[in-house]
Each structure stands twice: as C-alpha cells, then as structure tokens.
C-alpha cells in the first residue's frame, strides 16, 4: 500500500491474490480515514468482481485498461468474455474509463455502464497521440502511450493538473513487474534484456 506521505507497506498475501487483501485495504483506507482510494481489483472470477464492486469497494471512478485474451480459464472464452467479467467492477453511478477500441469489447462495457448508470469517458487516439515522448522518457521503465493517456484523462477529470499528475507518476516507484530494458556491451557487442 502507499500512504499519503508517500511511504509504502507490504500487503500480508499467505497465498494468491484474493479480494480478502482488498478488504483488508478498504478497512486500513477508513481507518486513515482517507479521502481517497486507488485499488485494483484482485478477483478474477466474474462473480466475484461484482461483488467486490458492489459491496466492498463501490467507487465513484472505474478503469478498465483494456480486455485482453488473459486468464480465459476463468473469464473466456474469449475476449468478449474477459470484457464481461471485468466490467463487474463497473461504478453505480460512477464513471467507467477505457483504452479499449474494439467495438465488440466498447459495447460490451457501454451496455454494463448504462445497466449501472455510468458513464463511459474512451481514450480515444486523439489523446494517446498527445502522449509525447517526453512524458514517456520521464519513467524509469516502459509506459503504454494509451495507458498514459488513460491516467491523464482520470487525473484531468478529478482536478489533477497535467504537469502535477506527470510529476507524481514519474516519482512513483514503479511496479516489480513493470517492462524494463536492460542493455549490456560485451566484446564489441550490446545485448538487450526485457523483463517484463
């Protein structure tokens, strides 16, 4: 968990990620008495990301990156299915954003948010193609354009200054499993590693 302070806290995990550790995070947000929460959905069956949504978490903003052919044994069959399940955790009267573009999966997602009454906010390419290589170079590992767009839309509509919202993102301590590239000369000769 990161704090406000910026100061940082492992999250007990005995075994897989599950939705108990989000529970656990809700409690610690309410007894900080935060005002805000960022949290990413650790359920993978469908059923289990409603819930998550509509008992424990009920946000007022949503992401949905994209939807992937990922984790098909329990979301699939295919990526209509992986749209499905993650549009469980679609807000109630909230705002859903996504970087998706394919029309099947947006479709998918507009008809969960109207079940819902939310609205859908798309990163379209117009905003990707505003991501400069600058504000990609600021990382220490390698960004998506359309994931940054993304962030920057989300961070636009809650009053976050551009500026200010790159400032935090290139500050923060990126993720352990975040693409990195690692380049190494040897003998006349440079190798790159991608960890990814």
Not at 147 to 170: E, F, K, S, T, Y
């Amino acid at each position: 968990m990161i704090f406000p302070d910026g100061s940082e806290a492992s999250v007990f995990r005995p075994s897989r990620a599950n939705i108990m550790e989000q529970r656990r995070v809700v409690h610690a947000a309410v007894r900080l008495q935060a005002e805000a929460l960022v949290i990413e959905c650790m359920a993978l069956q469908p059923q289990l990301q409603s819930i998550c949504e509509l008992k424990l978490v009920k946000s007022t903003h949503g992401v949905i990156t994209n939807a992937r052919a990922d984790h098909l044994d329990v979301m699939g069959p295919d990526v209509v299915g992986v749209a499905k399940a993650l549009c469980g955790t679609v807000p109630v009267g909230g705002k859903v954003y996504t970087a998706e573009q394919r029309p099947e999966t947006l479709q998918v997602i507009a008809e969960a948010a109207a079940d819902r009454r939310s609205e859908v906010v798309s990163i379209l390419d117009d905003a990707v193609r505003e991501v400069t290589w600058d504000d990609l170079a600021g990382f220490s590992h390698i960004e998506h354009p359309d994931n940054l767009a993304l962030a920057l839309q989300i961070c636009r509509d809650l009053g976050v200054p551009r500026h200010v919202a790159l400032q935090g993102m290139w500050a923060a301590d990126a993720d352990p499993g975040v693409m990195r590239l690692f380049r190494v000369a040897e003998q006349n000769q440079e190798m790159v590693f991608v960890n990814a």
